[in-house]
């Protein structure tokens, strides 16, 4: 049983669009919400993190979660060709057995 | 200063083999993870230790060991490798508790041919 499912891609767009990553979860218990990005050939890094519901804004992208609905949701405003990676949703490490969404690899075409 | 490494960063063996992959964190964190990662980027967790006591064993054949010998240290051991072991292995670390971010290291490209 998967704790969060994420929104297949992988994703093409072009740059300067603004993109929208989607994830869900199961338990309502859940506080905290990730976001990792992983370029290739690299290790997953924490992107941002949010606690309980509401948004988060770091620079260009903004994280947000719908408790209601348990929905987990990452926006990229302005994207550029340097975003371009794969991007996980998480739950904290210790919540469970399966606390990664599968990821959805972003292309932003110049 | 690297936070969570791991050796080889590249591994090429035949069938049949038995490998290891070391991973050490300097973080001074509590709790270690073996995830792999397959070549559609899903990410699975294989073993989680807490303070060098196994918390977690996911559904992995028993081919794979996990042996921690201290609670910065966390290696992997596989025997009798298959072709479908092919994949990337991460190492990872976290504070445990409510803690809310696992470091990574750069991952183990395992080919086994």
């Known amino acids: 049983q998967k704790e969060v499912e994420q929104d297949p891609g992988p994703l093409s767009v072009p740059e300067g669009a603004i993109v929208s990553l989607n994830c869900t979860y199961s338990n309502s218990a859940f506080q905290y919400f990730m976001w990792y990005r992983q370029y290739s050939r690299k290790g997953p890094e924490l992107l941002m993190y949010t606690y309980s519901s509401g948004n988060k804004e770091d620079g260009r992208f903004t994280a947000q979660v719908d408790k209601s609905s348990k929905y987990i949701s990452l926006f990229i405003r302005d994207s550029q060709p340097s975003d371009s990676a794969t991007y996980l949703c998480a739950l904290p490490p210790n919540a469970g057995k399966s606390t990664f969404g599968d990821g959805t690899t972003l292309t932003v075409k110049p | 200063d690297t936070a969570v490494s791991q050796t080889p960063k590249y591994l090429v063996t035949q069938m049949g083999n038995d490998k290891s992959i070391k991973c050490e964190q300097n973080l001074g964190h509590d709790t270690m993870y073996w995830y792999k990662q397959d070549s559609k980027k899903f990410l699975k967790i294989m073993f989680s230790y807490n303070n060098k006591e196994l918390i977690i064993n996911e559904t992995v054949p028993n081919r794979f060991s996990p042996k921690s010998p201290d609670k910065a240290h966390l290696n992997l051991h596989i025997n009798s490798l298959e072709l479908g072991d092919s994949a990337v292995y991460f190492c990872?670390?976290?504070?445990?508790?409510?803690?809310?971010?696992?470091?990574f290291g750069q991952g183990t490209r395992l080919t086994v041919v």
């Open positions: 990872a670390s976290s504070q445990g508790g409510s803690s809310t971010e696992a470091f």
